[in-house]
């Protein structure tokens, strides 16, 4: 996969995916989606260690993980320099997803470095529930048939607010209610 792009399910909705540590290939899923450059690009993790390795960890953050993934939600949390400032637009903060899906997971295990995680859909297209709804250019796909749809939530840890509403809204407002 080494600076292509891959379709791949997840527990939302297909994603795709690209090397997210190579400036190449995030520049690929920018132009496959047609994607404004100021705008973040999430990525997906395939357990807690790779996360450290990109973002800094802190407890609040530590909560979320332990409550609610691997799951629908993607955590945003200070980016390690490590990351291509393509990634967070600027920012120095970085979109986590660690999907419940045994494909995914494997995608990302086997890959052995996390990958991006934006959906596979021109941006503002229709949401990719099916392969026939990834309508960016791809160099393989993984089809695993229709998926649930609900776009995971968006949380950011570090200003402590929902960013998108999506899959366990309510479950997360609560922890946020709590922690922050």
């Known amino acids: 996969m080494h600076d292509g ?3 791949y399910p997840t527990d939302t909705l297909y994603g795709l995916g690209a090397d997210a540590l190579s400036d190449e290939a995030i520049l690929k899923v920018f132009e496959a989606k047609g994607r404004e450059y100021h705008r973040p690009i999430s990525i997906a993790v ?3 260690e790779m996360m450290e390795a ?3 960890i802190d407890e ?3 909560a ?3 409550e609610f993934l691997p799951g629908p939600v993607t955590i945003v949390l200070k980016a390690r320099n490590i990351l291509s400032p393509y990634l967070t637009a600027g920012t120095k903060k970085i979109g986590i997803r660690y999907p419940d899906h045994e494909t995914a997971l494997e995608i990302i295990k086997k890959y052995d470095s996390p990958i991006t995680a934006t959906s596979a859909n021109i941006s503002g297209g ?3 529930l099916s392969i026939e709804l990834c309508n960016v250019p791809y ?3 993984v089809n695993a048939g229709q998926l649930p749809g609900t776009p995971s939530t968006v949380v950011d840890l570090v200003d402590g607010e929902i960013i998108r509403a999506g ?3 309510e479950k997360i407002a609560a922890f946020l209610a709590k922690w922050c």
């Open 54 to 56: 990109v973002a800094y």
């Open 139 to 141: 160099d393989f796909a």
């Open 167 to 169: 899959a366990d809204i």
């Open 60 to 62: 609040i953050s530590q």
């Open 5 to 7: 792009l891959i379709v």
């Open 64 to 66: 979320c993980i332990d």
């Open 126 to 128: 229709p949401e990719p």
């Open 46 to 48: 395939s357990d807690v």
